[in-house]
């Protein structure tokens, strides 16, 4: 059986809603489906591309980085390779010893703090706009790779050039087909910014936030919004009206369509259940197959199991099928779930080198519609696929989810039996020479789990007075109070 790989047009939709409770929140959807979300909210909670005048606290040579204070608690992680200096002639030299313990500097936030980590930062500054990046401390010209017509390239790249100045520059996707005026006066915008930073910049003395960029629905304006959205719905007048206005300034070739709704428009369309269900560890694909997410701190584990699908198909081609729908379906998670580091997948065993290249196929051209960077790396000896994915701003599990009180964080607790078994050991090996009663509290679930004769043996034994009081302990933990003798 031959699978033929085709990308369909989709509708794509923006949709915006306020609420008092939320905020602002902005989902993408293609065909109905939710592919990316964003809330205000989330996006207040992330520093990430903000600009910092940074203290240097300490130099660690082994680790070929420096630890600078940017006044956000935990200290950020300057690597040698974002620290903007002139390489030592020496070549021994690193450019982080360059530096000197207490020199303020300015730093860009690459990375939120993760975990124990603290945010990951860069002294090579970059201001974002829509048609340009401007890089103020390198003269390199870029054009982004995914304008593949090779005149148009040639006219961004010569316009860049004669406008730059010494700056360095990346001309981003949405200035295809942009004249030179247009592009030019955001050039000239950007470098106001950078004015500004600098001016700030000298003034200022301690840690501190020397710029951030714009709020989420300027930021999903100038990243999200281009040619191929076919509409906008906001269910607040308010920000359709400021919608509006800053739409004429995007210069689309294709205006989306923009309409007001009165209703909720996130229930409406089903984007809250959308939402819940993409946190699911399970995702099941058309044909029955299922993909599994297990997710560690820095590194994202997918596994492709064929699910219910076991009849019926050749099982070579039963394989193939759920390893292209997963190809398909996990570009699609990643953006949803917004995970990223290191993402391993499993996929079914292919027996040919031909099938493996199939899926890599398919899985490049769904990421495609990724704007974040993703690397594929290939399929390892073991079968596994490797791939990385930038880390932008925390996934979404971390705004809908909290950390399990019961088993923190591990997905497992201590058998009922084991607390059974330890409760009852503690007790007999106490000194019970005073004590005339023990009481014991625990969960209501573990009271299937004591025999009254190890009870009455443990009593006999020391002398004592159990009583286990079930009231609502935590499934792994109890409580054990001494009363001494003669006490109430």
């Known amino acids: 059986m031959v699978f033929i790989v085709t990308s369909k047009t989709s509708l794509k939709r923006v949709v915006v809603s306020k609420d008092e409770i939320d905020g602002l929140k902005i989902a993408l959807l293609e065909d109905e489906q939710l592919v990316e979300v964003y809330f205000e909210s989330a996006d207040e909670e992330s520093i990430a591309s903000s600009i910092y005048l940074g203290r240097v606290e300490n130099i660690v040579p082994n680790l070929q980085a420096a630890f600078v204070n940017i006044g956000e608690g935990k200290n950020a992680f300057l690597r040698e390779k974002d620290v903007c200096l002139s390489k030592p002639r020496n070549g021994k030299t690193l450019k982080v010893e360059m530096l000197k313990p207490k020199q303020k500097i300015l730093v860009q936030v690459k990375k939120d703090a993760i975990g124990l980590k603290g945010p990951q930062v860069t002294s090579y500054i970059s201001i974002p706009g829509r048609y340009l990046v401007l890089m103020p401390y390198v003269a390199n010209i870029g054009i982004s790779r995914k304008i593949t017509d090779q005149g148009e390239r040639k006219r961004l790249f010569e316009i860049a050039k004669s406008i730059s100045k010494g700056y360095g520059l990346v001309v981003r996707t949405a200035a295809e087909g942009v004249d030179a005026q247009k592009i030019n006066e955001e050039l000239q915008h950007l470098k106001r910014i950078w004015e500004e930073i600098q001016k700030k910049f000298r003034r200022a003395r301690k840690p501190q936030l020397i710029y951030e960029d714009h709020g989420l629905l300027e930021y999903i304006l100038r990243e999200k919004i281009d040619d191929s959205v076919d509409e906008i719905i906001i269910d607040d007048e308010k920000v359709y009206n400021e919608l509006l206005g800053m739409i004429k300034l995007l210069n689309l070739k294709r205006q989306p369509m923009i309409r007001l709704s009165k209703i909720d428009i996130f229930k409406e369309l089903n984007i809250e259940k959308q939402i819940l269900d993409s946190l699911s560890r399970t995702v099941k694909l058309p044909s029955g197959g299922v993909l599994y997410f297990d997710p560690a701190e820095a590194l994202l584990v997918i596994d492709v199991n064929t699910g219910s699908n076991t009849s019926g198909v050749d099982s070579e081609d039963l ?49 495609k519609k990724d704007k974040i960077k993703t690397t594929i790396g290939g399929f390892t000896h073991f079968g596994l696929l490797e791939m990385t994915r930038k880390r932008v701003s925390p996934p979404l599990r971390e705004f809908y989810k909290v950390r399990c009180p019961v088993c923190l ?3 497992t607790i201590v058998s009922p039996r084991r607390i059974a078994s330890s409760v009852l050991k503690e007790i007999s090996t106490m000194d019970s020479k005073d004590i005339g009663e023990v009481e014991v509290h625990l969960h209501p679930s573990m009271k299937m789990y004591f025999q009254d004769d190890a009870v009455r043996s443990v009593e006999r034994s020391k ?13 792994n933990r109890y409580d054990i109070k001494y009363k001494k003798r003669g006490k109430i």
């Open 319 to 367: 394989i193939l099928k759920t390893n292209i729908e997963s190809a398909k379906e996990i570009p699609r998670q990643l953006r949803l779930r917004n995970e990223s580091g290191v993402i391993v997948i499993d996929f079914i065993d292919m027996k040919s080198e031909s099938e493996r290249q199939l899926v890599i196929h398919v899985l490049e051209e769904e990421l």
């Open 409 to 411: 964080g591990e997905g």
């Open 463 to 475: 002398n004592v007075k159990v009583r286990l009081i079930f009231d609502g302990q935590t499934n």
